[in-house]
Structures are given as structure tokens and as C-alpha cells.
């Protein structure tokens, strides 16, 4: 057993329209998981708040405005170190409110999905978890 494993933070958005769709996006080809579906977010920096690193991830990434102080934790996921990748706790932060119009701002596509529409769709593991999770 590892004294000192090395884990990876990242964090998700659980971003609602109106009629309570969900809004996911597609990992790009390169990414890890591309093509497959996945709730809006990412890493973690060093030194870092995940609150302020999902503001800015789906700032960059949707064009969408999300509050910290507005978020609340809505689940989490962990996985395993797989080789050489580190451990992953994924943090999906319920996002009641946020502001602007969803846009492709690194090339991904997205959509608005019911949770049975998205679970339909290939979702990385964590994602299915957080998924089933919320669905629940």
C-alpha cells in the first residue's frame, strides 16, 4: 500500500435549464474520455479553491458566469490510479444559479439532456456515478 498516493482533484457543474435538463458536454478527441459525455468542469490548479477552479473552468469553457457562493456540493466519485494516471476524486457542485447562454468555447459540443436521455449516452464511470447519484 502507497504512504503518499497521488490523487487528482477535479470538479463538475450540475447545471439545470427551466425544465430541469441537464447540461453535458462532449469530451474533445485527444482529451481523456473523448467522445464520451461528461458533466461540465475540470482540474483543480495547485493552491487552488474548487469552487473558484469550476467558476473559471466553465467560464472558459461554456461561456457560462456560476457563483461560488451559490454552489453546494451535490456528490462526489473516486477512482483508482490506473497506471502512470493518478487517482481522481471528482466534486459535482449543484449550480442552481448561472448566467449567459451555453457556447462552444474550446470546439466541445453540449446539450441539454434529461437524466435518462444522458444516461443512454456513453458517460466516463465517475460520471455515471455522479449521474445515478443525482437521479436517485
Excluded at 435549464?17 to 461540465?40: C, D, I, M, N
Excluded at 449543484?94 to 466541445?108: A, L
Aim: glycine share 12%; with cysteine.
Amino acid at each position: 500500500m502507497e504512504k503518499n498516493p497521488t490523487w487528482l482533484l477535479v470538479v463538475a457543474a450540475l447545471i439545470r435549464e427551466g425544465s430541469g435538463r441537464l447540461l453535458l458536454q462532449r469530451a474533445l478527441p485527444g482529451k481523456p474520455h473523448e467522445g464520451q459525455w461528461e458533466f461540465p468542469g475540470g482540474k483543480v490548479e495547485t493552491g487552488e479553491d474548487p469552487r473558484f477552479a469550476l467558476r473559471r473552468e466553465i467560464a472558459e469553457e461554456l461561456g457560462l458566469t456560476v457563483e461560488a457562493d451559490d454552489m453546494a456540493p451535490a456528490g462526489f466519485a473516486d477512482g483508482a490510479r490506473s497506471g502512470s494516471r493518478p487517482g481522481i476524486v471528482l466534486i459535482l457542485y449543484d449550480c442552481p444559479r448561472w448566467s449567459g447562454q451555453p457556447q462552444s468555447r474550446e470546439g466541445q459540443e453540449w446539450r441539454w439532456l434529461t437524466a435518462g436521455e444522458a444516461a443512454a449516452l456513453p458517460l466516463p464511470p465517475l460520471d455515471r456515478a455522479l449521474l445515478e447519484g443525482i437521479a436517485n
